[in-house]
């Protein structure tokens, strides 16, 4: 939507005054010298976005010693990771690389569903990972019988909305549910952690707390600078970067904040490299 995100009417769409048809994507910057700078930031945020999250999904699919409710949601965070940056990103690279200015009216308003799909199913899912850390340090025996295959599996299959506007609609309940719950789960394992007597126990407890209180306040600042931005001022320039931020940040740090911190997925890709050259 924008040479990334937002876009305006042409001269032919405005003129029909009855259909609106076809959009001009307004550029990043009005000096063509920093075209090629910006597309090469875009392209080196999609490789690595893709790269971590392809990494992420293929060490939890074929790996026997990664099947907790953890690792489950972990793999859905990477899919919904993929849908977010490839609906919006790819269309701003191809735009910057070309003088093809315009996406036609279905093309953006797809673009624009499964954006916010994506978003709103990175927070269910990341609430979620947060429920699962909470019942993990605060109730390890019946850890199983509470966060049940079966409820994973629902967990994330509800997490779909059917139209856009019941997207839109539900995003900002989403937020703001999703925020709160993931800051009391956040809340529980700290105060757990903090009456476990093992060091390991207590590491590990801080561990989980952590990688949320390093995702949340990245996915919900972009998105809150992109709102003042945009509420400030009339000059869409000023929303571009915070709205580029918004798209591209989360799912290319989540990647390596969950996984590639993770000493268990670490040792499991370990495993898995020697099995991929025989």
């Known amino acids: 939507m924008e040479k990334g995100l937002g876009a305006a009417p042409s001269q032919a769409a405005k003129s029909s005054q009855t259909l609106v048809t076809e959009l001009v994507l307004q550029g990043f910057s009005s000096h063509p010298g920093l075209q090629l700078l910006l597309f090469g930031c875009c392209f080196s945020l999609y490789a690595m976005a893709l790269a971590g999250n392809a990494v992420t999904i293929t060490v939890v699919s074929y790996s026997a010693s990664l099947r907790c409710p953890m690792y489950f949601f972990l793999c859905n965070l990477a899919t919904m990771d993929f849908v977010c940056i490839s ?3 790819p269309k701003a690279q191809a735009s910057l690389a070309s003088e093809e200015d315009t996406i036609s009216f279905p093309g953006c308003t797809t673009q624009l569903f499964f ?5 709103t199913s990175e927070l269910l899912l990341l609430t979620a990972m947060a429920y699962d850390g909470y019942v993990a340090a605060c109730h390890p025996l019946p850890h199983g019988s509470r966060v049940s295959p079966q409820l994973c599996r629902t967990l994330a299959t509800a997490r779909g ?7 839109i609609m539900a995003e900002a ?4 549910a999703s925020f709160l719950l993931t800051l009391a789960s956040c809340g529980c394992i700290t105060t757990s952690a903090l ?3 093992l060091a390991a126990g207590r590491q590990r407890a801080f561990s989980t707390c952590s990688a949320h209180l390093l995702v949340v306040p990245v996915h919900y600042s972009a998105v809150l ?3 003042i931005s945009l509420a400030s001022s009339d000059n869409p320039k000023r929303s571009k970067v915070p ?3 918004c798209t ?7 990647p390596r904040i969950y996984s590639l911190r993770n000493t268990e997925v670490k040792h499991a890709l370990g495993r898995l490299i020697p099995l991929s050259r025989r």
Request: aromatic share 8%; charged share 5%.
């Open 195 to 197: 009456h476990i007597c």
């Open 225 to 227: 600078c992109t709102c």
């Open 115 to 119: 954006l916010v799909w994506s978003t």
């Open 161 to 167: 909305s059917p139209t856009l506007m019941n997207s």
């Open 248 to 254: 591209a940040l989360s799912p290319t740090l989540n």
């Open 173 to 176: 309940f989403y937020r703001v």
């Open 243 to 245: 709205g580029v931020l």
């Open 87 to 89: 609906s919006v990103l």
